[in-house]
């Protein structure tokens, strides 16, 4: 063979490693079951643990004990317990008792079963819908196997918004009450994040996703909006003393901890003065825009540890999945499968003998994305794992925990449920197990979650004054007779075969076909002027079949009288760019966000700049940005004669 045939015939770079931190997480926790109830030392635990082992007498002791606490605490964040010694005795042995690992298994009867399948269909945004798919699989895993027949879940759909609003979420629902936190935070007008020492008292909505904290730096109470915050919330450690006045001050707000004197709005003077102060300067130059990628945060360790374990636990349990399935389950990047895919592989223990014992990944995973990309997820094989020793495979086999975004979906749902349709326990058909199912459920959560689950539907329904009304019509099958006013100001009497009930976050839409527009349609309800029920009037066969479509996010039609324009949103508001279907962006280095997009009104775009301010300029058209400017000054001006 010559040179020639060697390169051509030679394995690509490896480009892509495990995750060693969440490598030796699983191979502690796997080396600790695998001995039993005797358990191991600290001594047989350095020797055994594989990736401990291999950093051989090059780590200090301080250093290795930092990293053994380090991965005990991921552990233990996933519900995996390790007793800690009363003394520092070098002959303790840390133990895992099996009996105690993972979820206790929940008996459920078949209208609880049926539960579980309803839940899923309230959730319209993917990633949300695949951790209500692993909570669900986690307490039964028979459960996806639940048919419902021609039944349906009802007329809501449910959604928190982005991806990003859904995680601040999760976040404060793992932090305890008047916990210390920091975080990054751009306060509207700013031009960049300033840091944020806050004792977390509560959080709730009003338009949009709050924090309720007392801030210490200021001595007072202050509101945060989620969609502001930069990075993650985190506990301060040490957490910082607090002086007598700051303590008197916090028991004075903490009893007002709520959005109740909380209105949101600005003085609309100075959103004027923001408006001109935006616009007033000469455009831009328009930056160089790409193509708009989900911008996902790094998952921090825990979540890491977390997700693998899972991960593991599915494959072990299911003997066979396809990595097309891995995919959409968690609701990750082919790169990031690759990761965790590799991390499993590589953990192991040398048990008592010199040669170590590792996970039986099959069919290996290559070590290059493009091959993996390529081969190993276009040939999609069943996925299967063989362990070392049985008896931990049994174990490791178990689902280990509700995921706490899983969790946190799973007690919305349900909680939406009991809210939205009026169910009691009392109740006769499947309604009742709804309640039955939360009591169970209630049972097995990380702490705080079921708290966080009743703020967040709480504070949807502060948002939805017709919802009943609106799921009364879907339900019944029959029109409805609005009064809407569109984004540019215009108002239509319209009729509406109503199919679907959006709740986005904050915001809700009815969905259903316009008799008006002759096409399906989305009406933000804080737009409808006036509501009449149409009882006698049924939906026609077109409102038939978009009712059984699967419900997608709202997106305003584009006909052939849209215009196209470039957008900036200030670092405060840049979580809005999303709603407003970004076909090409920049992220700039402040954090605020510059979107090429598509509007059907030119007095839509202008009265939507009104309202935020110097939050969002027009870079382009020039001659819209002109008259915004103007329209802004003949606003003020009017503003300021009728005060004086």
Known sequence: MTEKDRAGTAEPPQDVFADYGVARAFSLAASIL?????????????????????????????????????????????????????????????????????????????????????????????????????????????????????????????????????????????????????????????????????????????????????????????????????????????????????????????????????????????????????????????????????????????????????????????????????????????????????????????????????????????????????????????ITLAMPSARTGDVLARPLTLTKPGALSLLIALNTMISEAGVGAEAGDWRGAVVTLRQKVTTVLPPGLHQAALQVVAGAQTQTHDAAALREAVQGGYCLEILYEDAAGATTRRVVEPTQIYMDGPRTYLQGWCRLSRGPRNFLGSRILELTALPREPISEEGRRLAELPTEPPRPPQSSGAFDVVLRFSPAAAALADRYCPQRQRVHADGARTISTWFQSREALIRLCLQHGGDLSVLAPVEIRHEILERARTELSARAGSVA
Not at 287 to 313: G, H, I, T
Request: glycine fraction near 8%.
């Open 34 to 382: 695998d001995a039993g109830s005797g358990g191991l030392t600290k001594t047989e635990i350095r020797d055994r643990v594989e990736h401990y082992r291999s950093l051989g007498a090059d780590q200090s002791e301080d250093a290795w004990e930092r990293l053994f606490s380090r991965d005990k605490e991921h552990l233990r964040s996933c519900g995996i317990a390790i007793a800690e010694p009363a003394s520092d005795r070098e002959d303790h042995r840390y133990r895992i008792d099996p009996s105690d690992y993972g979820l206790p298994t929940l008996q459920l009867d078949d209208a609880e079963m049926l539960v579980l399948a309803r839940a899923s269909q309230l959730w319209a945004g993917s990633r949300t819908r695949s951790w209500l798919e692993q909570a669900s699989w986690a307490l039964a895993p028979a459960a996806g196997e639940t048919s419902l027949g021609g039944d349906s879940a009802g007329a809501l759909s449910f959604n928190l918004g982005s991806d990003e609003e859904f995680d601040r979420l999760t976040e404060l629902a793992a932090l305890d009450h008047r916990q210390v936190i920091g975080f990054d935070y751009t306060a509207r007008g700013a031009a960049e994040p300033a840091r944020r020492r806050v004792v977390l008292l509560n959080y709730a909505a009003r338009g949009h996703w709050y924090l309720i904290g007392h801030d210490l730096d200021r001595n007072a109470r202050r509101v945060f909006r989620l969609d502001r915050v930069h990075g993650p919330l985190t506990a301060l450690r040490p957490e910082p003393a607090l002086t007598e006045e700051q303590r008197r001050a916090l028991s004075e707000t903490e009893a007002d901890a709520t959005l109740e004197d909380f209105s949101g709005a600005e003085d609309p003077a100075d959103v004027l003065r923001g408006v001109i102060e935006a616009h007033g300067a000469p455009a831009p130059v328009v930056p160089r825009l790409a193509a708009p990628a989900p911008a996902r945060q790094a998952d921090p360790a825990q979540r890491k540890v977390e997700r693998v374990f899972s991960m593991a636990a599915y494959l072990l349990a299911a003997e066979g999945v396809r990595p097309s399935e891995l995919l959409r389950r968690h609701q990750i990047s082919p790169k990031q499968l690759l990761k965790d895919l590799l991390s499993i592989q590589q953990s192991g223990s040398f048990g008592a003998g010199q040669y170590g014992e590792f996970i039986d990944v099959h069919p290996a995973p290559p070590l290059n994305l493009q091959t993996f990309i390529q081969d190993y997820l276009v040939a999609d094989e069943p």
